[in-house]
């Protein structure tokens, strides 16, 4: 097992390069120069020189980059240039809500999709699995902003249900109002991971009741429901877990469609501000500590792959 | 075939039989399922409204008529009217102009340079090595979020959404073609060719290239309706496609100001993306069940 780690480990550097080369590299990008860019035509030259400064474009490229990784080491991921706090703090007060609604879309789309996926898979070919298996298609490609401005169309201006708009805090509104208002962005974030466990819950499903222990079992004479509940489920519990774990991270990713819907002051919302505002250091900021947490998941998931089947360690 | 028309017909003959075959073959099977047939049905039908935009419009889809701002559907407009009274109608089947171009080039840039990178890295194993860790940084990167930064930084147009949905597409098409090329790369023939004297360059792309191309064409046709989705979703964002030029993911955007008012401006535009990306998913489904049928 250790072997295993310390080789997925080493597997981290190149891609921790390569990512943030790419990031680096974003705001090389820009058309002229990233600082006058930035100021807008107000800035006087000697405003744009100081910024040029300050973002340490005079010197060559590869000093650069070995500049911006050091200050990452540091803690310094760069400063805004209309908010004040540290990136730090202005990225961690943005992830909350942003986490708080994947953890809804998450429990969302588990609550009905894992029950769903296994109702398909024991009814397989009869009615019950053709409507279910419409549904998951329907939830896998259908996009995020589609279903978000749907619910609302449906849930706050039809029928008035849920509000349509906003973000309240646990602390001043309570729990009753916070889960009542990340209710619908919730759903419209988790349908297509829905439609995914939907999915990844009936094959796994079925692999499994085709298998011979589960003939063994039926011959020994074990009921239908402890069939189920003690054989089925927990070898199913594998796969659904790590689709879990993948619709955590690409919730976490995908966050912004919902949260302009929404008016959540998450992180998604954070990066398209930032965006209008060419506040640059900002984006660069929030995409790499998306990005790390999205290798940090992946690595975690694949060490409880290690952890669960001896199998995946020896390849 | 007897053995007597065989050597008739010689052994260009036979290939030449055996490859129409083949194509008969698939055509049959295109023809029989109904993915296929529904999704392209839907893909030619979009690509139609989006070649004859301006015969099929019935206004002009920047006009503003401000004593018509936000018309309910029917009479004049048959699908109402947005905010500056501009004709939805006309809107949408502009912005179906804009979601075929970007897909369409998005899927074939994705294609083409994803069939590059994947295939010399399977064939050079030097280059393996850098290529793919270049393609898992990347892909580390949540690809909507890329996407917007890219955006950000390159600045609004429709070019730039293609540039920015290639560089977040091409990765993935890259590992498909590796793969699809690293069995090929293993298979007899391909080292007869090398003791033959075969040059490098011809092996890739004279006898793997074709090798790998139904995998390939299934992954761009997925990469042609994701892309559809993405260019919506950045333009819903208002880092797409720029505002007066109709895109469905903008006009979303504007729908979403007014939606306890003006209903039609979500629903219609919603469908027509819904339409779309269904139509697409089913087109790339079907495709694969002929093309890669061990895929599935």
């Given at each position: 097992?250790?072997?295993?780690?310390?080789?997925?480990?080493?597997?981290?550097?190149?891609?921790?390069?390569?990512?943030?080369?790419?990031?680096?590299?974003?705001?090389?990008?820009?058309?002229?120069?990233?600082?006058?860019?930035?100021?807008?035509?107000?800035?006087?030259?000697?405003?744009?020189?100081?910024?040029?400064?300050?973002?340490?474009?005079?010197?060559?490229?590869?000093?650069?980059?070995?500049?911006?990784?050091?200050?990452?080491?540091?803690?310094?991921?760069?400063?805004?240039?209309?908010?004040?706090?540290?990136?730090?703090?202005?990225?961690?007060?943005?992830?909350?809500?942003?986490?708080?609604?994947?953890?809804?879309?998450?429990?969302?789309?588990?609550?009905?999709?894992?029950?769903?996926?296994?109702?398909?898979?024991?009814?397989?070919?009869?009615?019950?699995?053709?409507?279910?298996?419409?549904?998951?298609?329907?939830g896998v490609s259908m996009p995020s902003f589609l279903m978000g401005l749907g619910l609302v169309l449906l849930f706050s201006v039809k029928l008035g249900w849920l509000p349509s708009s906003g973000y309240k805090?646990?602390?001043?509104?309570?729990?009753?109002?916070?889960?009542?208002?990340?209710?619908?962005?919730?759903?419209?974030?988790?349908?297509?991971?829905?439609?995914?466990?939907?999915?990844?819950?009936?094959?796994?499903?079925?692999?499994?009741?085709?298998?011979?222990?589960?003939?063994?079992?039926?011959?020994?004479?074990?009921?239908?429901?402890?069939?189920?509940?003690?054989?089925?489920?927990?070898?199913?519990?594998?796969?659904?877990?790590?689709?879990?774990?993948?619709?955590?991270?690409?919730?976490?990713?995908?966050?912004?469609?919902?949260?302009?819907?929404?008016?959540?002051?998450?992180?998604?919302?954070?990066?398209?501000?930032?965006?209008?505002?060419?506040?640059?250091?900002?984006?660069?900021?929030?995409?790499?500590?998306?990005?790390?947490?999205?290798?940090?998941?992946?690595?975690?998931?694949?060490?409880?792959?290690?952890?669960?089947?001896?199998?995946?360690?020896?390849? | 075939?007897?053995?007597?028309?065989?050597?008739?017909?010689?052994?260009?003959?036979?290939?030449?039989?055996?490859?129409?075959?083949?194509?008969?073959?698939?055509?049959?099977?295109?023809?029989?399922?109904?993915?296929?047939?529904?999704?392209?049905?839907?893909?030619?039908?979009?690509?139609?409204?989006?070649?004859?935009?301006?015969?099929?419009?019935?206004?002009?889809?920047?006009?503003?008529?401000?004593?018509?701002?936000?018309?309910?559907?029917?009479?004049?407009?048959?699908?109402?009217?947005?905010?500056?009274?501009?004709?939805?109608?006309?809107?949408?089947?502009?912005?179906?102009?804009?979601?075929?171009?970007?897909?369409?080039?998005?899927?074939?840039?994705?294609?083409?340079?994803?069939?590059?990178?994947?295939?010399?890295?399977?064939?050079?194993?030097?280059?393996?090595?850098?290529?793919?860790?270049?393609?898992?940084?990347?892909?580390?990167?949540?690809?909507?979020?890329?996407?917007?930064?890219?955006?950000?930084?390159?600045?609004?147009?429709?070019?730039?959404?293609?540039?920015?949905?290639?560089?977040?597409?091409?990765?993935?098409?890259?590992?498909?073609?590796?793969?699809?090329?690293?069995?090929?790369?293993?298979?007899?023939?391909?080292?007869?060719?090398?003791?033959?004297?075969?040059?490098?360059?011809?092996?890739?792309?004279?006898?793997?290239?074709?090798?790998?191309?139904?995998?390939?064409?299934?992954?761009?046709?997925?990469?042609?309706?994701?892309?559809?989705?993405?260019?919506?979703?950045?333009?819903?964002?208002?880092?797409?496609?720029?505002?007066?030029?109709?895109?469905?993911?903008?006009?979303?955007?504007?729908?979403?100001?007014?939606?306890?008012?003006?209903?039609?401006?979500?629903?219609?535009?919603?469908?027509?993306?819904?339409?779309?990306?269904?139509?697409?998913?089913?087109?790339?489904?079907?495709?694969?069940?002929?093309?890669?049928?061990?895929?599935?």
């Amino acid at each position: 097992m250790l072997k295993y780690v310390i080789r997925r480990l080493l597997t981290l550097i190149p891609v921790l390069f390569i990512v943030s080369v790419v990031i680096f590299l974003l705001i090389h990008l820009v058309p002229g120069d990233p600082a006058a860019v930035m100021l807008g035509d107000q800035a006087t030259p000697e405003q744009i020189a100081a910024l040029r400064e300050t973002l340490g474009l005079n010197e060559p490229l590869v000093l650069q980059y070995v500049h911006w990784v050091r200050d990452i080491f540091h803690g310094d991921l760069g400063t805004s240039l209309f908010m004040s706090g540290t990136m730090w703090e202005i990225i961690r007060s943005h992830m909350i809500p942003t986490v708080q609604q994947t953890l809804v879309a998450i429990a969302f789309a588990t609550i009905v999709g894992v029950p769903l996926g296994m109702l398909a898979a024991v009814k397989r070919s009869r009615a019950a699995d053709q409507v279910i298996s419409a549904f998951s298609i329907i939830g896998v490609s259908m996009p995020s902003f589609l279903m978000g401005l749907g619910l609302v169309l449906l849930f706050s201006v039809k029928l008035g249900w849920l509000p349509s708009s906003g973000y309240k805090e646990i602390g001043a509104y309570g729990w009753g109002t916070h889960i009542r208002y990340l209710l619908l962005p919730g759903i419209a974030l988790g349908f297509i991971e829905m439609g995914l466990i939907i999915r990844m819950t009936r094959s796994s499903m079925l692999e499994i009741l085709g298998a011979d222990y589960m003939r063994m079992a039926k011959a020994k004479g074990v009921s239908r429901f402890r069939m189920f509940a003690r054989h089925a489920m927990k070898n199913a519990l594998v796969g659904i877990v790590t689709v879990v774990g993948l619709a955590f991270i690409s919730c976490l990713g995908g966050a912004a469609v919902t949260e302009t819907i929404f008016n959540i002051p998450g992180i998604g919302k954070l990066t398209l501000n930032a965006v209008m505002r060419r506040d640059y250091e900002v984006v660069q900021a929030v995409v790499l500590v998306v990005s790390l947490l999205n290798v940090l998941c992946t690595l975690v998931l694949d060490l409880l792959y290690g952890l669960i089947d001896p199998r995946v360690r020896m390849e | 075939m007897d053995a007597w028309t065989l050597e008739q017909r010689g052994l260009a003959g036979v290939k030449r039989r055996l490859r129409r075959e083949q194509r008969q073959l698939k055509l049959r099977r295109f023809f029989r399922s109904k993915q296929a047939v529904i999704g392209s049905l839907i893909v030619l039908l979009l690509a139609l409204a989006a070649l004859l935009a301006p015969v099929l419009a019935p206004a002009d889809p920047l006009a503003q008529t401000v004593s018509d701002r936000l018309a309910a559907p029917g009479g004049e407009y048959l699908l109402g009217t947005d905010k500056l009274g501009r004709d939805l109608l006309s809107r949408i089947i502009y912005g179906a102009r804009v979601s075929m171009i970007v897909g369409m080039s998005v899927g074939l840039s994705s294609m083409v340079f994803g069939m590059i990178v994947g295939l010399y890295a399977a064939y050079y194993k030097a280059l393996d090595n850098v290529l793919m860790r270049i393609c898992d940084g990347l892909s580390a990167i949540p690809s909507t979020l890329l996407a917007i930064a890219l955006m950000a930084m390159l600045g609004q147009s429709t070019f730039n959404v293609i540039l920015a949905l290639s560089i977040v597409y091409i990765p993935r098409m890259a590992r498909i073609a590796r793969s699809s090329a690293l069995i090929v790369k293993e298979q007899t023939y391909i080292e007869a060719l090398r003791s033959q004297g075969a040059s490098s360059f011809r092996i890739i792309w004279g006898h793997i290239a074709p090798n790998i191309l139904s995998a390939v064409v299934v992954q761009a046709s997925y990469n042609f309706a994701n892309s559809i989705i993405t260019e919506a979703a950045l333009s819903f964002l208002g880092v797409g496609v720029p505002a007066p030029q109709p895109s469905w993911g903008n006009i979303l955007s504007e729908g979403r100001e007014v939606i306890s008012s003006a209903w039609w401006m979500i629903v219609y535009p919603g469908l027509a993306t819904a339409l779309a990306v269904m139509g697409t998913n089913v087109f790339g489904d079907g495709l694969r069940d002929i093309l890669d049928p061990h895929a599935n």
